[in-house]
């Protein structure tokens, strides 16, 4: 059974900065992309970022480029992602979720099955 636990989320200011991490057991974490994604109220999921099975090849939405980093700790089963300078829309809930969502909607146009997100951490910016 998959299982996915986020943490890291915080009320922040403007301008700061937050660490998520995601820590995943019950499947092969070395051989899977890992995806965070968001969701903010009445929006649709929106994926952040991607990052490769050996944590070589990163990817990132055109919102968060240059503002977010997505690192992996294959010795830990843990995903991280690093958010500095914060915006108010940057404000959602936020999943991990095993595997390339970027890959898996084009090939199937859907997200990846609810099992294989995590339970989310909340994110909210504001001053």
């Known amino acids: 059974e998959v299982q996915l636990t986020e943490s890291g989320g915080d009320l922040v200011q403007p301008g700061g900065s937050l660490k998520l991490s995601c820590v995943a057991s019950?499947?092969?974490?070395?051989?899977?992309?890992m995806t965070w994604v968001r969701q903010a109220p009445g929006k649709d999921v929106e994926w952040v970022s991607i990052?490769?099975?050996?944590?070589?090849?990163?990817y990132y939405s055109d919102s968060v480029k240059g503002r977010f980093t997505i690192s992996r700790d294959n010795a830990k089963n843990t995903v991280y992602l690093q958010l500095d300078g914060l915006k108010t829309e940057d404000t959602a809930m936020y999943y991990c979720?095993?595997?390339?969502?970027?890959?898996?909607?084009?090939?199937?146009?859907?997200?990846?099955?609810?099992?294989?997100w995590g339970q989310g951490t909340q994110v909210t910016v504001s001053s």
């Open positions: 979720v095993m595997d390339d969502v970027r890959k898996y909607y084009a090939e199937r146009n859907e997200f990846p099955p609810r099992k294989n």
């Open positions: 019950g499947f092969t974490f070395t051989s899977y992309s």
């Open positions: 990052i490769d099975s050996r944590g070589q090849r990163t």
